[in-house]
């Protein structure tokens, strides 16, 4: 969920086209490769896209990569800074009763029940879910003491179920913008924005 995001942010903030969703196939598909020479290597630490990297992208306004290789020092610093996200709600309709209460309810519930997590945890010493099955416990208290799993799956969650199949509900949502960019090819500037170097996509077509 993290790097899929972060795909989006960058591409967002390069001023590129939305990424086509083969383009974020290609993407998972190398951090997953990324993941296994780590493994291979025994490194303590996996592969996984770099959230600072979208901010730093969005503060400075500048998408070329040799600028970001060489600005990674300062990537440090600008991770404290909360750079992303609400700004992809221009396309859904904030004038919408049920986009506002989808909205609110899980930015209450993101930031609300991580921190029932985490203080629970703080002065118990373990967390609310306490069963005889230790990776139970674990699996669960970590994934609900995490703000942007809790609102991103309420927010899912009501998207998916709330009204979904009135009339305006689908433009209300935003997906009349981003239908048009599921195909590779439906924009001629995708291929700028997206070609691979020495001639790789013959070997990783996108469509």
């Not at 972060?6 to 993407?27: D, E, H, L, N, Q």
Request: aromatic letters at 14%; hydrophobic letters at 45%; proline letters at 4%.
């Amino acid at each position: 969920m993290q790097s899929t995001g972060a795909f989006i942010a960058v591409s967002r903030y390069a001023s590129a086209t939305p990424c086509p969703p083969s383009v974020m196939s290609r993407g998972i598909g190398w951090q997953g490769v990324g993941i296994l020479l780590a493994g291979l290597f025994g490194t303590a630490n996996g592969c996984s896209v770099s959230v600072e990297n979208a901010g730093l992208l969005g503060l400075t306004r500048v998408g070329s990569r040799r600028v970001v290789q060489i600005s990674a020092g300062f990537m440090l610093f600008f991770s404290i800074l909360g750079m992303a996200g609400v700004g992809f709600l221009q396309f859904c309709n904030l004038n919408s009763f049920r986009t506002k209460f989808i909205l609110g309810f899980s930015l209450f519930m993101g930031i609300s029940v991580p921190q029932y997590f985490n203080e629970y945890t703080s002065v118990a010493g373990f967390g609310p879910v306490h069963t005889h099955a230790r990776w139970f416990n674990d699996m669960i208290n970590v994934v609900f003491s995490s703000k942007a799993f809790v609102g991103g799956a309420t927010a899912l969650l009501l998207d998916s179920t709330l009204h979904r199949h009135d009339s305006t509900a689908r433009k209300d949502r935003g997906h009349h913008f981003w239908d048009r960019f599921r195909s590779f090819k439906t924009d001629p500037r995708s291929e700028e924005f997206y070609s691979l170097p020495f001639n790789l996509n013959k070997f990783f077509p996108s469509f």
